[in-house]
């Protein structure tokens, strides 16, 4: 079992910043995908950013169309800990932002229903 536990989320104006965290404890995978992905009220959940344990801090990192440019996924693996740094933020970026371990490697834009293990979401609120 994979335990992900978020943290960083709150209230923020737009063009501001905020760093969210995912702690992974348990049984780790190295050569696994971690993945952020967030849910809007009354829209479904859409990825949002995908890392893959091996390689440097942000090798293979992968973006959504939306977020290019502005968040930057990145990881400390003797922390066991995914990042994703918020930049230039904006009200439609208000969402529960969760992130999401996929045991076996994928690269590019990840599916919600492939990912394994999900923790239970922190909420990002931009206000204009």
């Known amino acids: 079992q994979v335990q992900l536990v978020e943290s960083g989320g709150g209230l923020v104006q737009a063009g501001g910043s905020l760093r969210l965290s995912c702690a992974a404890s348990?049984?780790?995978?190295?050569?696994?995908?971690m993945g952020w992905f967030r849910q809007a009220p009354g829209k479904e959940r859409e990825f949002v950013a995908a890392i893959s344990w091996s390689g440097g801090p942000t090798s293979y990192a992968y973006y959504a169309d939306s977020v290019k440019g502005r968040f930057t996924i990145s990881k400390d693996n003797a922390k066991n800990t995914v990042y994703l740094q918020m930049n230039s933020l904006k009200p439609e970026d208000t969402a529960v932002y969760s992130c999401?371990?996929?045991?076996?490697?994928?690269?590019?834009?990840?599916?919600?229903?492939?990912?394994?293990?999900w923790g239970k979401g922190t909420l990002v609120t931009v206000s204009s």
């Open positions: 999401a371990a996929r045991s076996q490697t994928m690269f590019g834009s990840l599916p919600a229903d492939g990912m394994d293990y």
């Open positions: 348990g049984r780790t995978f190295r050569s696994s995908t």
